[in-house]
């Protein structure tokens, strides 16, 4: 038999292939998507077990530190009611941190979890660190958290900053045992928090049922791309009602999302929660590394965006398998503000392309995957219009684009209802009265982006996706 070409998807990297042969190492095999891609048909783009909440003894250090963090707790360093007791307490921990040895992660090379859990681990705790400085101290981030971060997103191929992966996909527990393949989402807890608080818990969880709700959504991709591969008549009236069901559970991640609402405060959110995950791109202060002149390696990330719906593979593979992408990806869709100037945009490559970067390197490929996929879902319908099962097909592909742009109108409630309206009522207190209009205030998103102006344009493109 010949080998498979080098860039075939069933010759990509396993996890934890690194290893070599060690008889130590253990792979997931359950599933041909896991096997692939790490994405599992029971749980998707979330691991099928929960995600370990402690690294083991040699790197107890590290998380004592963030227990320490969280039981403080720590305040953000700009919070205008900051005691002097709650300063000194901040600074303690940050001197505790710079007095941490720096920990070598040889023998964490062993275990891709563990891996992901340092990643969890250290982003957290770097998080913590920044945004309790007082707003007039310069970010430096202490060479014990720095030379391990690196090496680190060395290996698992992502920056050294909070993702949403490590705010959702490995930041989850069950409230009870459950021998259930696919977790309730009733029965999901988060791990980690930076607040304490039940509305900071809400909003992780919200993603996290929609990635588990997603679950169908992939195996419907997965039936199309079988059927495509047939191509008679039968094949096609099997893909619309695919698409007809598809259409069905984008509908449900619409009604899921909007059940943030009922947990999670908007002023609580915008005041409290989300000026923790600020990246460096999103914040005032640049952001220095300590230690990265020790590894000739490193090299200072070229954009450090936070935690981001837009990191999410589930939203990218329905773009993709939709073929939505070449209308929401659009390179003229760098999420820049107006503002900037033509070079600083054209050096962009677009918003949802770049967040991809934030994205576990499996979940990569199967994007990648999904995007080379040599029968186009798209091409398809379009070649079949004017035929009468092809006049069906379309419709219901039309059906699910639809479905994507009234998800995307939803997201953009959200977004006014949590960041927007916020905003103004921030800076109605503090007397700029002149606020009329959500464009007339270059908001960022997490990810750095012109908020409202980038979202409406992807929603709008998203609707121009209708086959007529």
Request: proline share 7%.
């Amino acid at each position: 038999m010949d080998a498979l070409p080098p860039d075939h998807f069933l010759a990509l990297s396993r996890l934890d292939a690194f290893l070599g042969t060690s008889a130590e190492a253990v792979y997931d095999t359950s599933t041909l998507a896991a096997h692939d891609f790490d994405v599992d048909n029971r749980t998707g783009f979330m691991p099928p077990q929960a995600p370990p909440g402690r690294l083991p003894a040699d790197w107890e250090a590290w998380e004592l530190l963030l227990d320490s963090a969280i039981a403080d707790p720590l305040q953000l360093g700009d919070k205008p009611s900051l005691s002097d007791a709650d300063k000194r307490r901040s600074e303690a921990w940050r001197t505790s941190v710079r007095e941490l040895p720096v920990i070598p992660i040889t023998s964490l090379l062993r275990s891709e979890t563990d891996l992901r859990r340092a990643h969890v681990v250290l982003a957290w705790t770097m998080h913590f660190y920044i945004h309790s400085l007082p707003p007039d101290v310069p970010v430096v981030v202490p060479a014990p958290l720095t030379i391990p971060l690196f090496q680190i997103c060395a290996q698992l191929k992502l920056p050294p900053v909070l993702t949403y992966s490590d705010t959702v996909l490995y930041n989850w527990k069950l409230k009870t045992p459950s021998s259930k393949a696919t977790p309730d989402l009733d029965n999901l807890q988060s791990r980690t928090l930076f607040t304490g608080t039940r509305d900071e818990e809400e909003f992780y969880l919200t993603s996290a049922r929609m990635e588990l709700r997603g679950v169908e959504a992939l195996d419907l991709m997965r039936g199309t791309m079988d059927e495509a591969f047939v191509g008679d008549d039968l094949a096609m009236r099997r893909i619309t009602t695919y698409l007809t069901r598809l259409a069905s559970v984008i509908d449900d991640l619409k009604t899921i999302i909007a059940g943030v609402r009922q947990g999670c405060e908007p002023m609580v959110f915008y005041n409290d929660i989300r000026p923790w995950f600020r990246g460096a791109d999103s914040g005032k202060r640049p952001w220095a590394f300590e230690g990265l002149d020790s590894d000739p390696s490193f090299e200072y990330p070229a954009e450090l965006s936070g935690p981001s719906a837009g990191q999410s593979s589930l939203i990218h593979a329905l773009d993709m398998f939709l073929g939505v992408d070449e209308f929401s990806h659009a390179s003229g869709l760098t999420g820049a503000s107006s503002s900037s100037s033509s070079s600083e945009t054209t050096k962009k490559s677009a918003f949802l392309v770049r967040m991809q970067l934030y994205m576990p390197r499996h979940h990569r490929n199967f994007l990648n995957h999904l995007a080379a996929n040599p029968r186009p879902l798209r091409e398809i319908v379009s070649t079949r219009v004017g035929e009468e099962i092809g006049d069906e097909l379309r419709q219901a592909y039309n059906e699910a684009v639809g479905a994507l742009k009234r998800f995307r109108d939803y997201h953009i409630s959200i977004v006014t209802s949590y960041i927007i309206q916020p905003a103004r009522r921030v800076a109605e207190t503090q007397g700029q009265t002149d606020l009329t209009g959500a464009e007339e205030v270059p908001l960022k998103g997490t990810g750095g982006t012109d908020l409202a102006r980038f979202l409406k344009a992807v929603r709008d493109r998203t609707a121009a996706a209708v086959i007529p």
